[in-house]
């Protein structure tokens, strides 16, 4: 079996947004401003096998694949939160 991971992971990119918060006394809400820091994570996860059986061999000849091999492969992308970098709790 063969296994191929591939991460990437990019630059803290900060962002701005109005964060409403309620107040009591006056029993409406406000806005202020916030910040967010988040990283751009991207990962490729791929796997080959290969079929121990002579059923396995004859499935994969059929497809049309002469080594009797299968293969899967994921790609993900995403959002690694940064908002509290290197923060102990």
Same mark, same amino acid.
Do not use: N
């Given at each position: 079996?063969?296994?191929?991971?591939?991460?990437?992971?990019?630059?803290?990119?900060?962002?701005? @947004?109005?964060? !409403?918060? *309620?107040?009591? !006394?006056? +029993?409406?809400? *406000?806005? +202020?401003?916030?910040?967010?820091?988040?990283?751009?994570? &991207?990962?490729?996860?791929?796997?080959?096998? @290969? @079929?121990?059986?002579?059923?396995?061999?004859?499935?994969?000849?059929?497809?049309?694949?002469?080594?009797?091999? *299968?293969?899967? !492969?994921?790609?993900?992308?995403?959002?690694?939160?940064?908002?509290? &970098?290197?923060?102990?709790?």
């Amino acid at each position: 079996m063969e296994l191929d991971i591939v991460a990437s992971v990019g630059e803290v990119e900060r962002r701005e @947004y109005g964060h !409403k918060l *309620f107040d009591g !006394k006056e +029993r409406a809400f *406000f806005e +202020r401003s916030a910040q967010v820091s988040t990283r751009p994570l &991207e990962v490729t996860v791929s796997v080959r096998g @290969y @079929y121990l059986t002579p059923v396995g061999a004859l499935i994969a000849q059929a497809s049309g694949v002469p080594d009797a091999s *299968f293969s899967c !492969k994921a790609h993900v992308r995403g959002l690694i939160d940064e908002t509290i &970098e290197g923060g102990a709790w």
